[in-house]
């Protein structure tokens, strides 16, 4: 298995404790905190973060703030480290032997680079989509309930397993065949079947990698509508491609240019109608990149 | 449709407004020296000149349109056909309403109130209208501003040629029902052509206030 195939209900949770103390600085269930309005809150915040691959340096210097429950566009031409810095966020780059990682990154408050945070507990609550549907060789059900198994959160499974399911807009298509193989599925189903198995054990925070780039107009559009309710309950954070895709979809937009630097991040409209710096408008206009 | 020749269409687009602007001043001084010269010629040119100005207005108007729905244009260059897109308008417009003043000669007779300098008005919008498009043409965003105090001072002058005319006519004794019918059209097709002028001006802002979006996303001027 490569680490772009890995999610986060893939690996084996050994501390449900991101912090040892809790109440001062672990994690809290944003999602499950109240109404689903849209706030400025900020759940992730980078400060001076620097990443690199052995002597190459993949992140410059980056600060963002990163708000709940909107959905954040990544967006930057090829190597701009902009999957870097979504990998930082759950700690996915842990898994490259190479990366190393400076400065902080504090979701909810919390740097997650701390001695004390399991990044695997941290994976429960920052869950992660991949560019291609990676179901598991099992029937749907267990595709999605293999997250809250392995957590042992094995109550009422089934209810969890059709509320995901329901949640990622796919419980409609499959109701009849949940013992199925996810493999027979679309290939915008199985991505939907990923988003569901992602979300099932009910994370804060979403990551995608160009979720929707394998597929058609057509499951692309659904993925793009699915992302938009989830952003009612969570955080979503979207490396694409796509320009269209991230203007369409997202409420911020962070602009990673060539060197790991973030450039500008704003409201989507502004950095669409009216960026503030050059380079990222000769960028989203086509003039490089 | 290729990045490069996008890029090359948007030069196209400017270029063709441009050109666009440049036959529309062209008409409306063309309708300017046809009232002053009573050239009904002249006159029945501009009038039938409009039917080109309205091809070039839909030519251009599907150029942005395919632009918009091919290329998803964002940023400045989506500035620049939105703002492309009312500007031709704007032109259109203007080429109607020196369609109007061809249409004021073939019906005017005399000179009834020679204190009003149509001419005049007319040679300020006409100064308008070149400024503001050679502001779209270089960015100049000083000239967008500058453009609107200059349509007040056009207002003014033509509320104050409007006072001229319904001054005299309060003031003038006209003997019987026939002399009032005798220059009621006249004293009307006045009045029209200092509205229109009136109105060329407010198109010309329009277009200053677009180009001023089109630079730098500033919609100070638009309402």
Known sequence: MTNEQMTSSETEPTDDQLAPTPGTDGLTDTADSGADTTTDRTLLEARNLDVYYGEEQALSDVDIEIPEKQVTAVIGPSGCGKSTFLRC??????????????????FDGKNVYDDDVDPVALRRKIGMVFQSPNPFPKSIRDNVAYGLKVQGKDDDVDTKVRTALERAALLEEVEDQLDSSGLDLSGGQQQRLCIARAIAPDPDVILMDE???????????????LIEDLAEEYTVIIVTHNMQQAARISDKTAVFLTGGELVEFDDTNKIFENPEHERVEDYITGKFG | MARKSYQEKLTEIREDVLYMSEVVMERLRMGLDALEQKDEDLAREVIEGDGEINRMYLDLEQDCIDLLALQQPVASDLRFIAASFKIITDLERIADLATNLGEYTMDAERDLFPDVDVQEMGELTLDMLEDAMMAYDT???DRCRELAGRDDELDEFAERASEIVVRDLIERELDSTDEVERILQDVSRLLLTIRDLERVGDHTVNIAARTLYMVE???ELIY
């Open chain 1, 89 to 106: 966020i759950n700690r996915m780059n842990d898994l490259v032997d190479s990366a190393r990682v400076e400065g902080e990154l504090r």
């Open chain 1, 211 to 225: 979720p929707a780039s394998a597929l058609d107009p057509v499951a692309t559009s659904k993925i793009e509508d």
């Open chain 2, 139 to 141: 960015e100049d965003t």
């Open chain 2, 217 to 219: 996303n500033d919609d």
